[in-house]
């Protein structure tokens, strides 16, 4: 990432508008936060408290998560799985149309120098393409999906070595490209 300790940024964090990605990006921008960076996180109205004592630009999604169905009652197998994607990818299609169509947030963007987003989240392809802004993208989702293809998602994921992949420290340049 660009963290220059002379040259401060003013940074937009975009993550899955669900509690361990929002905590995992809120790590993340405590840490750009420590290096002198300015940081806001867009979160909807769920995610607020998880934001902390990060900055936050709010938006009001359309989608209430309280009994939404869950794969587990499905099982891991492969219709479980296919039914916890549909809903996921189903879930992130309402909160980027809530985001998307939040003319106050996109107007907000073009204060920013750069955006940080969420690999997984449909949105973080879309919204700084709209903005007009440079985009870091952050794999967060680990490995319990990871053999699942996401669009944008390259085969080797940011060819960082992860637990339960084959991707390990010992990897060559080749093996990484």
């Known amino acids: ?16 508008p669900v509690g361990s990605h929002i905590l995992s990006m809120k790590t993340i921008s405590e840490v750009l936060i420590e290096r002198g960076h300015q940081v ?3 979160v909807n109205e769920q995610g607020i408290p998880m934001a902390d004592n990060i900055p936050i ?9 309280k009994g939404t169905p869950c794969a587990s ?10 039914k916890m994607m549909s ?9 980027c149309h809530s985001l998307l169509q939040n003319a106050t947030i996109t107007d907000l963007l073009k204060d920013y120098d750069i955006m940080v987003t969420d690999s997984i989240y449909i949105c973080s ?8 802004k440079r985009n870091i993208m952050i794999g967060i989702q680990g490995t319990l999906l990871s053999p699942v293809p996401y669009p944008a998602y390259p085969s080797h994921p940011a060819y960082i070595p992860q637990i339960g992949t084959t991707f ?3 990897m060559n340049f080749f093996q990484r490209v």
């Open 40 to 42: 806001s996180m867009i």
């Open 1 to 16: 990432m660009i963290c220059s300790s002379t040259n401060s940024l003013k940074i937009a964090v975009l993550p899955t």
């Open 73 to 82: 009652s499905s099982g891991f197998g492969l219709l479980g799985l296919m």
């Open 168 to 170: 390990n420290s010992k």
């Open 57 to 65: 630009i709010a938006y009001k999604s359309f989608l209430n998560l």
């Open 87 to 95: 809903t996921t990818y189903s879930m992130q299609g309402t909160w």
């Open 125 to 132: 392809f879309m919204l700084p393409q709209i903005a007009n």
